[in-house]
């Protein structure tokens, strides 16, 4: 049996787990043509024996396959947090509730009552521990006065 082109794969982070996943992939003969976080598409379907292949080969390494649609959303709005947070320096243009409400194409009360009920914590908790992983990273680095980072950070 065949599935999707797509993949989605959950504890993906940073870029270096996109070049590892990459990596697995390409080492397993499937052809990425993309992989972003939490995401790849690949070049044909993947048959259930290299679906079975590959989740075997990223769960050493972390990683793993998503196949409930209620997860993937609630990856999605993790995905979407870690990146303005910690890629886009928190420039939203608008509040949080409304930037995920669109990216995620979902009435913000759905996905916050999705995340709490699978994630145990709210969608703010969240938001509010990244950024303090953010600080925390930034204050390791020295390059930044701490009131620069409050301002890079809202």
Do not use: W
Not at 69 to 77: A, G, L, N, Q, W
Request: glycine share 4%; charged share 30%.
């Amino acid at each position: 049996m065949e599935t999707d082109r797509n993949i989605y794969i959950k504890n993906m982070v940073c870029d270096r787990c996109v070049m590892v996943v990459r990596s697995v992939l390409e080492r397993l003969g499937l052809t990425p043509l993309s992989v972003e976080l939490g995401r790849a598409e690949l070049s044909a379907p993947l048959a259930e024996t290299a679906r079975q292949a590959l989740r075997e080969a990223l769960a050493p390494l972390g990683f793993e396959l998503i196949d409930d649609p209620r997860i993937r959303t609630v990856e999605h709005i993790k995905r979407l947090i870690i990146e303005l947070v910690h890629q886009q320096d928190n420039r939203l243009r608008t509040n949080l509730s409304q930037y995920l409400a669109t990216e995620c194409r979902h009435d913000y009360g759905t996905l916050s009552k999705l995340f709490s009920e699978t994630q145990g914590t709210t969608i703010e908790k969240y938001f509010i521990a990244q950024k303090i992983e953010r600080a925390k990273e930034l204050l390791d680095y020295g390059e930044l006065t701490l009131n620069e980072i409050a301002d890079r950070l809202n």
